[in-house]
Each structure stands twice: as C-alpha cells, then as structure tokens.
C-alpha cells in the first residue's frame, strides 16, 4: 500500500479543548535538498519545432525550474522550512566560501531559509540561458554518487541537525553511476548513513529518446520505499516513482512538478491509534485529514519606536473588576449553568470526567451495509486511516485485509472513536477508500479507510415544518434538465486540483510580487469565474423559456396561496374572541384584574390572539400571577407566553 502524502500536522494534547483544532498543531520543520545532475545528456536541448506543445526545457531546466517554483510557494506558505539546492556532475566545484572537498559538487542554494535574494537568483539562472550556461558546466567524468550522497550528509548535519523531517530529492537520467561494484557498495552505506540520520531519499528518474530508465540497476538498492515493508501484504508496496519522459511535448515539466508536489510535504499524521478488534486483538493506525481549508500566512505585528523594527511579542493577562488584580491562571475556573445556578470545576474535576471513556482508541463494534448509511449522517470531517508498523508487526497487512473485505461485500464498519486524549468519544463509520489514479498514471489517492463521525440521538434536529413554498412542477423540472445536461464539468466531476483558491492566489502573487520588487498585477487570476459565452451559446434559448415558464407558474401558484391565505386568517380572526372591557373591580371580586384564566389565555395563545390584547388586560394578567408588569407591549406579550410555557399551556 502507498502512503499518503498530504499536509497534515500532529495534533497537540490539550486538556482544555473536546475538539480537532487544526489551528493548534505543532510546526513540523521541514529541509528539503534538491541534487540535480548536471551531466552532457541532462543538458541537452530538445529539437526545435513549431508546435505549442513541443519540449521547450532540458532535464536539468526543468528540474530548476521546478526547484524556482517549489521555493517560490514555501517561502510563504512554509516560512520555517528550508530548502537548498546542490548541482552534481558539474566542471565548478564550490560547497560555499571556496569549499572543494566533495569534487564536482556545487552548492547553487545552500540548506537555509529562502530569502528574496536566493529566489532571484534562482529565477535569473532558470530564465537567463546565457547566465546558466557560465554554470552549468559539466564534467568530463560524472560525478561519484557516492560523494553526492557524503556532501548531502555534511549539509543536513550542520544545518538541520534538529529537523524532524530532511529529505533529500535527486534528479538524474542516469540508472547506473558507477563503474565497479564497490563504487556501488560505498554509494550503499553512504545512503545507509542517511537513512540512519532519518533522511528519506526521493529518486526522480528521467528516461532519454531511445533510452528508459531502468532503476532495479542501481537504484533499488540505493533508494529505499518510504512505507513499512511487509512482504506479505495482501497488497503490493510500490517502489517506484513515476517516471518522466523527456521529448513528449511539455510531459517532463508536468510530471516532474507533480511528482514533486506530490513529495514535497513531509508525512504529518494527526494522530496514531490502535485499532481495536477485540480483547487482545489490535493493529496500528495512523489518522491523515487529507483535505483542509487552507487560509492566509499568519500576520505579525511589528513595532517601530525603537533603532531597528521588531517583531511584537502578544502578552494577554485576566485581570479582576474590583481590585483590578492580576488573576492567575490557576484562580480561573471553568463554570456551567444548569438550573438558573452556576456548577463551577476545577481542571483536575474536568480531565477526570473527559478520561472516564477510556484511553484514545478505536474499537469495531460491529458491521453494516454500506446501503444503511444515509447521506445526512455525518457531523464532521472525515479522516483517513493508514496502518504503522510501528506498535504491532504485521498491522499493515491485516489493514489491508480488512479493507479488501469490506470493499468486495461493500460494507462498512461501526466503530467507537476517541481521537486523543480529553476528546468527546464519538460513534464512527469505517468505510473503505479505493485506490485511484489520475489521467497520467500517478496515484491520486491511496488506498486506507475512511472515518466519518456519526451523529448521536442528542445530535438530531427536527426539520422546520414547509408550510406555503412554492412546489415545482413537472414541466418546470423537465426544462431545468434540458439545462443542466447542457451545462455539465468535463467528464461529470469536480476535480478541485485544477481549480486554486483566487483569495489565496491574489494574496501570494502581492506578497511575492512587493519581496522580489516585481511588478504588482492588476487583476487576479480566477479559474472559477464561469465561461458566459460558452453558457450563453448553449442553453440562451433553454434559460428564456425556463423563465417564462417558471414566472407563469409563479403568478398561479402566488394567486392561490393568497387568495387560502386571506380565508384563513378570517377564520381564525372569528374564532378569536377578544374579552370585553369591564369595570375594574377588585381581585378578589373578579379572580384577576381580566377575570381571564390560565385556560383561557392557553386557548387564546395558541390561535395567536395574545398579541392582540390591550396593554392594561395583559398586565392585569401578569400582576394577579406575581410577574413584572413594565416594559413595552411586545415585553408584557413575551412574559404571557413564557409564563403559559411554564405552566405546560
């Protein structure tokens, strides 16, 4: 099985907080290491042609340009990571400061937070042919990867030494770079060494006209998969990165972005859990939110009183109404109203009653057809589940086993959900998640199993009674699917890869525009503006005669109702009888300044007559009860009717 490869960050333990909070995951540094060979073959340029989508970059090209692109999104979206870029196979040998140790090795970025300066630089070499032929000079021999591996260990340990996460991403054509096996078994233990370090190494093979890329060579045994090996698994692990072709038209750009796209966030799970079959039956799992709204870089406040602007550092403190005093945080309490009374808890009161459910965990309880789950009955996020090798051996393939079944019978799993720690236990569907791929062959989404959150009885809601809506006909609905069927996405779906958030999109191109001194655009670039020329060619006519036949229908319907509505309401205008006005006698003559009962104001309250009472009847009533009597008419109306709710009228 492949792992998913999406932005997703542990969550934290908070003993204050029942929900997921994406918002309080801890930061996970990530240093990314590009290593482009640059050798005869990656710089050659494609034939010249006239078509559009003709080959326009060489290998190495590509892969910076695809370098510039990568840095150009993180330097906003991830300002704590790093990213550095090191040319193998070059004539020019500099590590920074004249530093010649690893031969034919050049250190285009080095291993750092990108700063404006290094994007420039990057974006002149990858545009500017003439600036990038004075480097990109290659060697007569190629390059030893050994010592390409050796130089990108000396990097991650001195300038990541600490990074949770440090891969390394190496672009080359070449499937065997070396020349006797023990150039090859030192390339081994330099690669061993990497992995120890905890680096994972990422192969972007690049096949030539007339020449595939055949990686069980060489680098089958260099590149490790990044998944927990089970040999056997049910289903198979795949080792292989997509390959990119050069020569196919604008193909190896393409690919090479979306491979590295692809593998350009660190694995983040939101949380590792044992599923729970039994008593002593348990497997490991780890929980992804594939998909999440992403919003604007977190802004700063900076102050600039003093020599030099500073980043302004939030300090909020509580502070007593009396003695203005400053109140600790462990004089604060939580409190809840229950009955008109406050019940006030200390933390220690609140964790003991969250953790009486147990420890985090999730436990099948039982098995059902996938055809019993309705649509409505999902009151939260999903969350894909991926097996980890790391508490139980073996859990990869009884995950893999578990998913096979419930997809071949097409059923479901019932499950209870603690997600962590202080968490409200949740009632959960395990429904399984097939494997998919996109147009090119890549992997668009892995296969696992899905965890949706189902609602509890105390969760449902009583839908609004739908009195006097206007109901279509069928006429109506027959000219609406002339319509939709004109209108349809291109192969009936919506991919939401191909169409970027324009908010987000405007705001980066600002922010990019003002750090490199580029000219500000003037407009933003929406892709999901509609094509009007296109719907107006299509579906004029369909519209104009769905209008006319929607407004006539409109004017029928509209006359009904009004005309059932204005007998109604004199109905019930004649059923209200307003009480007459009497002398003011005195309570005890009268039983009450109106003389009406609780009875009788239920009765008149349910055919909405209290509303149309004087003020002095309304607080006559409320002052024979024992209510307050002041405030305006729409005042004493409110406290009649909540009375006559207290009594059960």
């Known amino acids: 099985m492949a792992d998913p490869t999406r932005d997703n960050r542990p969550g934290e333990e908070d003993e204050e907080e029942e929900e997921l909070d994406e918002t309080s995951y801890k930061t996970i540094k990530d240093a990314v290491l590009f290593a482009i060979d640059v050798s005869t073959t990656m710089l050659e340029q494609p034939p010249k042609s006239e078509d559009k989508k003709a080959e326009r970059d060489s290998p190495t090209s590509a892969a910076l340009k695809c370098a510039y692109q990568l840095m150009q999104q993180r330097i906003i979206s991830n300002p704590h990571d790093m990213m550095g870029i090191l040319l193998f196979g070059t004539e020019k040998t500099d590590l920074g400061d004249g530093d010649t140790t690893f031969q034919n090795c050049y250190l285009l970025a080095d291993l750092n937070v990108p700063s404006a300066s290094d994007v420039k630089r990057l974006r002149d070499l990858a545009e500017d042919e003439e600036e990038a032929a004075k480097l990109l000079r290659p060697a007569d021999e190629p390059a030893s990867i050994a010592t390409v591996l050796f130089c990108a260990n ?26 006797v096996k023990q150039d090859k078994d030192t390339a081994i233990t330099r690669a061993r060494d990497l992995y120890d370090l905890g680096c994972i190494i990422d192969l972007f093979p690049i096949s030539r006209p007339g020449h595939g890329f055949d990686r069980t060579r060489f680098y089958d045994d260099l590149v490790y998969p990044s998944s927990p090996s089970d040999p056997d698994a049910p289903v198979a692990i795949p080792t292989a990165t ?21 593998k350009a966030t660190p694995r983040r799970a939101l949380f590792s859990l044992p599923l729970e079959f039994g008593a002593g039956m348990q497997i490991g799992v780890k929980g992804y939110i594939l998909i999440k709204r992403q919003t604007h870089v977190k802004n700063c406040n900076v102050w600039v009183g003093g020599e030099k602007v500073q ?84 859990s990869t393939r009884v995950f893999s086993a578990l998913q096979q079944k419930l997809l071949q019978h097409k059923k479901m799993g019932l499950a209870w959900f603690i997600a962590r720690r202080n968490a409200a236990p949740v009632i959960a569907a395990i429904i399984p998640g097939q494997e998919k791929y996109d147009d090119n062959g890549d992997q668009s989404m892995p296969p696992g199993l899905w965890i949706v959150p189902l609602p509890f009885a105390d969760d449902m809601r009583q839908l609004p009674e739908q009195l006097g809506h206007l109901k279509a006909t069928d006429e109506l609905a027959d000219s609406m699917r002339l319509i939709v069927e004109q209108l349809q996405l291109p192969k009936a779906e919506y991919d939401p890869a191909k169409y970027p958030n324009p908010d987000l999109q405007w705001f980066y191109k600002i922010l990019q525009a003002m750090a490199l001194e580029e000219e500000v655009p003037e407009k933003p670039d929406d892709k999901t503006v509609p094509k009007y020329r296109q719907i107006n060619k299509r579906v004029a006519g369909n519209l104009q005669e769905f209008g006319e036949l929607f407004e006539a229908e409109y004017q029928r319907q509209s006359g009904e109702r009004g005309a ?26 009268a039983g009450g300044t109106d003389g009406m009962t609780d009875e009788e104001m239920g009765k008149l309250a349910e055919k909405g007559g209290v509303s149309k009472l004087n003020i002095p009847v309304l607080k006559g009533f409320l002052k024979d009860r024992g209510e307050n009597t002041s405030g305006k008419k729409m005042d004493l109306v409110d406290r009649v009717q909540q009375y006559l709710e207290s009594k059960g009228l």
Request: aromatic letters at 8%; hydrophobic letters at 40%.
């Open 154 to 179: 000396q990097i991650f340990t001195t300038k990541a030494p600490n990074f949770s996460s440090r891969r390394l991403f190496l672009v080359t054509d070449n499937d065997y770079p070396v020349k």
């Open 242 to 262: 997509k390959i990119a072709k050069s020569g196919d038209g604008i193909s190896l750009l393409k690919q090479l972005l979306s491979s590295i796209n692809s």
């Open 311 to 394: 980043i302004a550092t939030a300090v909020t403190s509580h502070m007593a109404d009396d003695t203005a005093r400053v109140v600790e945080k462990g004089e604060v309490r939580k409190a809840y109203k229950f009955g008109g009374d406050t019940i006030t808890f200390t933390p220690e009161e609140l964790a003991q009653i969250r953790q009486c459910f147990g420890e985090p965990v999730i436990r099948i309880i039982g098995f059902k057809p996938m055809s019993l789950l309705p649509l409505w009955a999902n009151i939260n996020k999903a969350t894909f589940i991926y097996p980890s090798e790391s508490d139980f051996v073996g």
């Open 564 to 589: 059932t509505a204005k007998k109604r309401a004199a109905e019930n205008d004649a059923d209200i009888k307003l009480p007459k006005r009497v002398k003011k006698e005195p309570a005890s003559q």
